[in-house]
């Protein structure tokens, strides 16, 4: 069962660089959000995607880009890196309201 | 706006006693409440949640929290901690808001 699935594990960007963090989900979900997680910040949300064909902003959406695909996937895009963006960004997906969300298994993205 | 709180960055027990992780939550209307744990360099995974009904719920691994709906309070707790308890602890509310997260260490 692989559940949500984030490639890749880790990435180094340069400043100015652009990179996608790609995601996709095999539970059916309707909901799926990407995250960055820092230390003393705990988690905090960038983008969301209530259903297919929806996004909308989260906590933090600056410097951020998002594409629901289709109902698996959901991609994280930073059109222009910047150090301010080095952290661990989680996807995770989930069906109804008030059921668990399932987290992948993060991405390291440092920007140097 | 719903959101949450763990009001403690860290927390130390000893294996064997009782722990306590604090959370309180600040919704409109009936909560949707959650726990989930994270281990070292790997994504959350859940515990346990409060919907409705019984103010007490029990999840994995041997937590329970209690919902205390006076006090807007949803704390995680265990009777007897292990060391391998010892992990990063989130509180989450239905909009999927997480805490700062709380790091939990059993000291042996």
């Known amino acids: 069962n692989a559940g949500v699935t984030q490639t890749p594990k880790f990435q180094v960007l340069k400043t100015g660089q652009s990179m996608t963090l790609q995601c996709a989900q095999d539970m059916n979900h309707n909901s799926m959000y990407w995250y960055r997680q820092d230390p003393g910040m705990g988690l905090r949300l960038i983008y969301y995607?209530?259903?297919?064909?929806?996004?909308d902003k989260g906590e933090v959406p600056n410097g951020y880009n998002v594409s629901r695909l289709n109902k698996r996937e959901f991609s994280l895009r930073l059109e222009s890196a910047a150090p301010s963006q080095t952290s661990v960004y989680f996807c995770?997906?989930?069906?109804?309201?008030?059921?668990?969300?399932?987290f992948g298994e993060g991405s390291w993205l440092t920007v140097v | 706006a719903q959101s949450v709180a763990q009001p403690e960055d860290q927390v130390n027990v000893a294996e064997g006693n009782p722990l306590t992780v604090k959370c309180t939550y600040s919704?409109?209307?009936?909560?949707?409440l959650f726990w989930y744990v994270q281990y070292p360099n790997r994504g959350l995974q859940f515990l346990l949640k409060?919907?409705?009904?019984?103010?007490l719920v029990k999840g994995s691994y041997g937590f329970e929290a209690e919902f205390n709906k006076s006090q807007t309070s949803f704390h995680l707790k265990k009777p007897s901690a292990l060391v391998s308890d010892s992990a990063l602890y989130f509180c989450?509310?239905?909009?999927?808001?997480f805490g700062a997260g709380t790091r939990l260490t059993v000291k042996p």
């Open positions: 995770a997906s989930t069906g109804v309201s008030g059921n668990t969300i399932y």
């Open positions: 989450a509310v239905g909009n999927m808001r």
């Open positions: 409060y919907i409705t009904g019984d103010n």
């Open positions: 919704v409109s209307g009936n909560p949707y």
């Open positions: 995607s209530a259903s297919e064909g929806t996004t």
